[in-house]
């Protein structure tokens, strides 16, 4: 990430002096895309060492959820000074015409080359570190910062490439609505990256659950359980990277005393932990079936509370 926001700071720099040199909108909604870029690496650096701080009173499950927090920022980021500044360059090209230096548009168009191999460069390593991560696509995209810094940099080599054919074709046919276009389409480019990055961040605040093929497998080892009769609930949600709380509410048979009862809940929560290890809060809810039974017909309503016993997390 130190690397990608260094690269994206010096390409600023060139996109913006090669921009206001050549007179060129495409260049300078560049310009702006790297600019909002490199803000977003400081969000993302903020974010890694915040979300990192171990769990105290005021917060007990942890600082994970930071890596959201700022990865929505930094979809704001994108949004702002990306998006709308394309646009507005855009709209300022087709309106009032562009004052283009065939000098400059040469100069620009290899500043947008060396853009070129470097935001390539970065996707690579980008896609390199991803294929590196275990388990599914999903799964190797759940660390916000990556997902950030992977979908920065698919739309800096796209943007690049739109910026290149626009500055390419005004510099042919003489009409700059080609390259107010590749502005436009840069801008829309980023709001809809912006939009997905928000959203993502935005789902994963409010309490996104697990994926459901890991509900599914803690729900499958739980309906394992010799002594647990039915899993009536249960209840998943992600509190930030390799950080998941788990609650669930079982019934468990029929003739097992309370001792009993809490060597099973420890058992069951040890056996949680080491198949899902990213399951660091567990708490369990636990009834047994007579007495649940017994509690509903005293109350004389059959689908009344059941007495419970709940265990906190590990």
Not at 86 to 98: H, I, M, P, V
Not at 283 to 298: K, N, V
Request: with cysteine; glycine share 10%.
């Amino acid at each position: 990430m130190l690397v990608a926001l260094g690269a994206n700071l010096l390409i600023a720099v060139a996109k913006t002096v090669g921009g206001l040199f050549a007179g060129s909108p495409a260049l300078l909604s560049e310009a702006a895309h790297s600019v909002a870029d490199s803000l977003n690496e400081i969000f993302l650096l903020a974010a890694l060492h915040r979300s990192r701080r171990p769990a105290d009173r005021r917060h007990p499950f942890g600082y994970g959820k930071e890596r959201f927090f700022w990865s929505l920022l930094a979809a704001v980021g994108i949004f702002v000074m990306g998006g709308c500044f394309s646009f507005f360059q855009g709209l300022e090209a087709l309106k009032g015409g562009a004052k283009e230096s065939h000098s400059g548009y040469v100069a620009g168009l290899a500043v947008l080359g060396v853009a070129l191999l470097s935001e390539g460069a970065s996707l690579v390593r980008a896609l390199h570190q991803v294929h590196r991560q275990q388990g599914t696509t999903a799964q190797r995209l759940r660390d916000p910062a990556l997902r950030t810094v992977l979908a920065e940099d698919s739309t800096a080599v796209l943007g690049v490439l739109l910026a290149i054919a626009g500055m390419s074709l005004h510099m042919v046919t003489g009409s700059v609505v080609w390259e107010a276009s590749a502005s436009l389409a840069i801008g829309a480019l980023l709001v809809y990256v912006a939009y997905r990055l928000g959203r993502d961040a935005r789902d994963q605040l409010i309490g996104q659950a697990a994926d459901p093929e890991l509900s599914e497998r803690i729900h499958a080892l739980l309906r394992a359980q010799p002594e647990i009769d039915s899993v009536e609930a249960l209840l998943t949600m992600q509190l930030g990277l390799g950080s998941l709380l788990v609650a669930a509410r079982v019934d468990l048979a029929p003739g097992l005393d309370s001792e009993e009862v809490e060597e099973v809940a420890v058992r069951i929560k040890r056996s949680v932990a080491h198949t899902v290890p990213e399951a660091d809060q567990i708490f369990l809810d636990i009834t047994d079936a007579p007495t649940r039974a017994a509690e509903r017909q005293a109350n004389g309503d059959a689908t009344g509370p059941a007495v419970a016993r709940e265990y906190g997390g590990t």
